[in-house]
């Protein structure tokens, strides 16, 4: 299972780190990512890195202000949120699963296990 954490208020233009802790699998295997769902909206994948590792993807809206990263030996990664905004104000999700790309714009997922969610609010 996955154990996201970390969420919480923020004023605008602070920053915010979560995390998300694997057990019963290792996360070397898949492709692991952050997803949030903002209330009325579907959910979007913010940034995800492939199995073979690489660079992160992120989503156009968050790119230059979120830096994803993986700590295999914790078996856990992380979310680095700086420069938050406003409309970054949603249900935070990790995941795992086999498929991670994008086009600088978008993220595009396919993922098998599923964190809870930590919601992220940013207010001032």
């Known amino acids: 299972q996955l154990q996201a954490s970390g969420g919480g208020l923020v004023q605008p233009g602070g920053s915010l780190t979560l995390s998300c802790a694997a057990s019963g699998f290792t996360l070397d295997y898949y492709a692991i990512g952050w997803f949030r769902q903002a209330p009325g909206k579907v959910r979007e994948g913010v940034s995800c890195i492939r199995r073979t590792a690489g660079r992160p993807y992120y989503a156009g809206s968050v790119n230059g202000r979120f830096t994803m990263s993986r700590d295999n030996a914790k078996n856990t990664f992380y979310l680095h949120m700086n420069s938050l905004k406003p409309e970054d104000t949603a249900v935070y999700y990790c995941?795992?699963?086999?498929?991670?790309?994008?086009?600088?714009?978008?993220?595009?997922?396919?993922?098998?296990?599923w964190g809870k969610g930590t919601l992220v609010t940013v207010s001032s």
């Open positions: 995941g795992a699963g086999d498929h991670c790309s994008g086009d600088g714009s978008r993220v595009y997922y396919g993922m098998d296990y």
